[in-house]
């Protein structure tokens, strides 16, 4: 009886294993699409030609500062868990919000390409530490750098290209990639090298962007 139960307790453990590894080389595969997709590896679109939902939701896919950072904040969520998987993701969409909304009304939050490219960095610290901060102080973070990024997406838009349905575009694709970094954080679990290893590279692009701003 003793040898069944090890034998199916064996068993479960393979299948399990088999599964989480499945489940992280699907996220893997996931996030080195979306890098493909940038068409300017360090820099963002660029005023002038943007408009509409469509636009606004492929624009967080294509300048790795965004890309990472969002895809950071879902991960993190993952990693603290509890209260922190909605508080951290939700304080991020809904502060970008505003960020938007300061710059389409005209006021000025300075350095803010500065602050977008700290965020890369920093999260990507958060991760080779693993620092577990307490839900209210990342939400807290995680609002701040939102509060930059939604500011310099609005920058993209002018006046009169259809603002609010552009907005709702990079607003929903930032809650996609937050799902896709939960999903990433929860394959990669406790594995300390990997999450190490991906916020070395994620603070890295982080330090390289913080140089060329």
Do not use: K
Not at 44 to 69: K, N, Q
Not at 184 to 196: E, T
């Amino acid at each position: 009886m003793t040898h069944w139960l090890l034998h199916d307790s064996s068993v479960s453990t393979v299948v399990r294993a088999s599964r989480r590894a499945a489940a992280l080389r699907f996220c893997l595969t996931v996030v080195a699409s979306l890098a493909l997709l940038s068409e300017n590896a360090f820099a963002h679109t660029g005023a002038g030609s943007i408009h509409g939902f469509t636009a606004g939701f492929v624009h967080p896919f294509l300048g790795p500062d965004h890309l990472l950072t969002m895809l950071a904040v879902g991960f993190w969520a993952a990693a603290l868990g509890g209260r922190a998987l909605l508080l951290v993701p939700l304080s991020f969409v809904t502060v970008m919000a505003v960020g938007a909304g300061l710059q389409h009304f005209g006021l000025v939050l300075p350095s803010a390409e500065m602050a977008v490219a700290l965020s890369v960095a920093v999260m990507g610290l958060i991760f080779v530490v693993n620092w577990r901060a307490g839900c209210g102080l990342a939400g807290a973070l995680a609002a701040g750098f939102a509060l930059f990024h939604g500011y310099v997406h609005a920058e993209e838009i002018g006046r009169d290209m259809g603002a609010f349905h552009y907005a709702g575009g990079f607003l929903i694709a930032t809650a996609v990639l937050h799902g896709l970094g939960m999903l990433l954080g929860a394959a990669v679990g406790n594995l300390d090298l990997l999450r190490r290893a991906l916020g070395a590279f994620c603070a890295g692009v982080g330090v390289y962007l913080l140089v060329g701003s």
